[in-house]
C-alpha cells in the first residue's frame, strides 16, 4: 500500500492561495491582515502548548519539554509575524473572530471530542492520557496545513530578505514539532492506542477542514473589500471555496483516514533534514513507512 498518501484538505489550497497571494502582497492592509492572522495563531497554540506541558501526566512527562519549547518558539514567532509589517511602516491589525483559524478549530474539536477540554486548561487540573493523544493529532494536522500555507506564503517572500528569514525560521520550527508530535503518536500505536489515534487524526482532519472552509471564507470577504474585488469575483470565489470544501467531505476526506498504511499516518509533512543542510524555505518531507508490527488496529476506540 502507498505509504505517501496526500491530506485531501490539502489539495486544493494551492490553486486558490497562489492565485491571490501576489494580489494581497502588493496591498498593504491585505498584507498586515495576513500577517496578524498568522502571528494571531501562533500566539494562541504557543499560550496552549505552554499550558500543556505543565498538566503533561507523570507517565508521559517527557514529551514535556518538547511541548513547552515549541510553545515558547511559538509566542517568539508570533511577535516575528506580528512585526512583518512594519517592514513597510505598517501596524499589525486586530484579527477579527470571524477569521481566526485557531479559534474556530479549537472550539470545533471541543464539541467533536478532538481536544483536551479548555476548561481543564484554564483550571490547572492535569490531564489524561487521552488527552494528550488529542492534542498531539491536533498539532501533527494543524501544523500541517500551516506549514504548507506558509511555505507558499514564503514563496511569494522569497527576494525579499527581511521576510524571508523569520519565515523560514517559523517553518524551520514547524518541521521540528511535526517530528515531535509523529513520534508521540507512533509510541502511543505501539502501546496499544491505535484506535485511539486513528480517530483522533480522523476527527482533527475533518475538524480543521471545516475551520480552514469557514475561516477562508471570512478572509476572502475581508481581502475582497480591502482588494475592491467585483460582486461577481466574490461570488465565485465563495462557490469555489464550498465546493471544494464539499469535495473534501464527500470524495477526499474520509479515503486516507479509513486506510492506515503499517501503522503511519495519512498526514506525510514529517521529520525533515537538519535546518543546516535544507533549504530556508523547504516543508517537511515524507516519513519512511513503520514496520508491519507496529499497524495500527482498525477498531473504533470504543471498540
Not at 29 to 46: D, P, V
Not at 181 to 187: E, I, K, N, S
Not at 237 to 255: C, I, P, S, V
Not at 275 to 291: Q, Y
Request: glycine fraction near 10%; charged fraction near 25%; charge should be positive.
Amino acid at each position: 500500500m502507498d505509504t505517501s498518501v496526500e491530506v485531501p484538505v490539502m489539495r486544493w489550497t494551492a490553486g486558490l492561495f497562489d492565485g491571490l497571494c501576489e494580489e494581497a502582497f502588493r496591498n498593504d492592509a491585505a498584507f498586515a491582515l495576513l500577517c496578524s492572522l498568522a502571528a494571531a495563531a501562533e500566539a494562541r497554540n504557543g499560550r496552549e502548548n505552554r499550558r500543556i506541558a505543565v498538566l503533561v501526566p507523570r507517565g508521559q512527562r517527557d514529551l514535556a519539554p518538547g511541548l513547552a519549547r515549541h510553545g515558547e518558539q511559538q509566542g517568539r514567532h508570533a511577535r516575528l509575524l506580528a512585526g512583518l509589517p512594519a517592514t513597510r511602516g505598517l501596524t499589525p491589525v486586530e484579527v477579527p473572530p470571524e477569521t481566526d483559524h485557531a479559534r474556530s478549530l479549537d472550539l470545533l474539536l471541543e464539541r467533536r471530542g478532538g481536544c483536551p477540554a479548555h476548561g481543564r486548561l484554564r483550571r490547572g487540573e492535569p490531564l489524561k492520557e487521552r488527552d494528550v493523544i488529542a492534542h498531539l493529532a491536533h498539532g501533527y494536522v494543524a501544523e500541517t496545513r500551516a506549514a504548507t500555507w506558509l511555505a507558499r506564503f514564503a514563496g511569494h517572500c522569497a527576494g525579499r530578505l527581511e521576510l524571508a528569514r523569520p519565515l523560514a525560521e517559523v517553518l524551520r520550527a514547524k518541521g521540528a514539532h511535526l517530528d515531535h508530535c509523529r513520534q508521540g503518536l507512533l509510541r502511543f500505536t505501539r502501546a496499544g492506542h491505535g484506535a485511539a489515534v486513528r480517530w483522533l487524526l480522523r476527527e482533527n482532519a475533518l475538524a480543521e477542514s471545516r475551520a480552514h472552509r469557514d475561516t477562508g471564507l471570512a478572509v476572502l470577504a475581508r481581502l475582497g473589500r480591502l482588494l475592491d474585488w467585483s460582486t461577481t469575483r466574490s461570488v465565485a470565489l465563495e462557490t469555489w471555496t464550498k465546493g471544494r470544501y464539499a469535495y473534501e467531505r464527500l470524495a477526499g476526506g474520509h479515503g486516507p483516514w479509513l486506510r492506515l498504511p503499517s501503522g503511519g499516518f495519512p498526514v506525510t509533512v514529517v521529520p525533515s533534514p537538519p535546518p543546516s543542510r535544507r533549504p530556508a524555505a523547504a516543508v517537511p518531507g515524507t516519513p519512511p513507512a513503520v514496520p508491519p508490527a507496529d499497524r495500527a488496529p482498525t477498531a473504533s476506540p470504543g471498540a
